[in-house]
């Protein structure tokens, strides 16, 4: 896994399927960071577009990986220049194999 600076992120790019869940994420990158922009993304063209514009940007995925496989294919060649974060209710034994299989990704459940 590559090693990014957090510190340097100027923004960070919000997905997942659960609104509640992407709304407290939202809230509390706003609350820890104010001089960043936090952006969601709603549907998977408007987070590629997102992701292609801005190369810096941090992506944050509030999903469970195991169900959403066609979007970390979909990601594949952008995941590589992207710091990721996964935040799941649950990760199991198959959602850590998912992350680990797409470059080790960050997983943090809540």
Not at 11 to 33: E, K, L, N, T
Not at 49 to 64: F, H, M
Not at 82 to 95: A, T
């Amino acid at each position: 896994m590559t090693a990014y600076n957090m510190t340097a992120a100027r923004q960070v790019i919000i997905h997942g399927d659960c609104w509640p869940v992407v709304s407290a994420v939202q809230a509390v990158v706003r609350a820890m960071r104010p001089e960043c922009r936090c952006d969601i993304a709603e549907s998977l063209p408007c987070l590629l577009q997102r992701l292609t514009g801005a190369p810096e940007a941090v992506l944050i995925l509030c999903l469970r990986p195991r169900e959403h496989i066609y979007l970390f294919y979909a990601l594949k060649s952008l995941l590589l220049d992207h710091p990721v974060l996964v935040i799941s209710d649950e990760l199991l034994f198959s959602d850590r194999l998912v992350l680990r299989c797409w470059g080790d990704i960050a997983c943090a459940p809540y």
